[in-house]
């Protein structure tokens, strides 16, 4: 199976795919059904987060690859529903910034408040910056 960080166009395919009575099973099919209360059912919401956050991103990273202005790039839909998540999405967007790169900045400090690099610092150190903060945090 894929990993959602490999290909997660198409776990989300394979999800939406299953959960709308496509053919094949899918993701959703191999999810535990259940309330993430119950004994064996921890992860289920954390996959579903995970499953999310792929999905936004990646239709947010199509939206905007040729986009010049950063208030586009901000204000896309996919991006406010990625700060949109809160807390949850914290991990999985310091994960793509150090994986990946990208505008990030403005999803982390609207998301925790915080801002971890000096003003006038170039982009490799504002991302350095939250790279450190993440793990002086917990999230990395």
């Given amino acids: 199976m894929a990993t959602l960080v490999e290909q997660p166009e198409v776990l989300v395919s394979q999800f ?4 709308n ?3 094949g099973g899918g993701l959703f099919r191999s999810l535990p059904h259940g309330r993430d ?6 992860g289920t919401s954390d996959s579903l987060v995970r499953l999310r956050f792929a999905h936004l991103a990646a239709t947010w990273k ?9 208030a586009r790039i901000v204000t896309h839909q996919a991006y406010q529903a990625i ?12 994960s793509d910034l150090k994986r990946e790169g ?12 915080a801002d971890p690099a000096r003003e006038g610092d170039d982009y ?12 002086a945090n917990g999230y990395l």
Avoid: C
């Avoid at 209360?37 to 921890?42: N, V």
């Avoid at 199509?62 to 950063?70: D, G, H, N, P």
């Avoid at 403005?106 to 408040?113: G, N």
């Fill in 83 to 94: 700060i949109g998540m809160g807390v949850a999405a914290i991990p999985l967007i310091l």
């Fill in 62 to 70: 199509r939206a905007i690859r040729f986009e010049s202005s950063l």
């Fill in 21 to 23: 009575g496509g053919s």
């Fill in 16 to 19: 939406f795919n299953s959960k």
């Fill in 37 to 42: 209360d119950e004994p064996g059912y921890a």
């Fill in 124 to 135: 490799e150190s504002i991302r350095s910056a939250w790279l450190g903060w993440g793990v």
């Fill in 102 to 113: 990208g505008h990030w900045f403005w999803a982390l400090h609207a998301i925790t408040q």
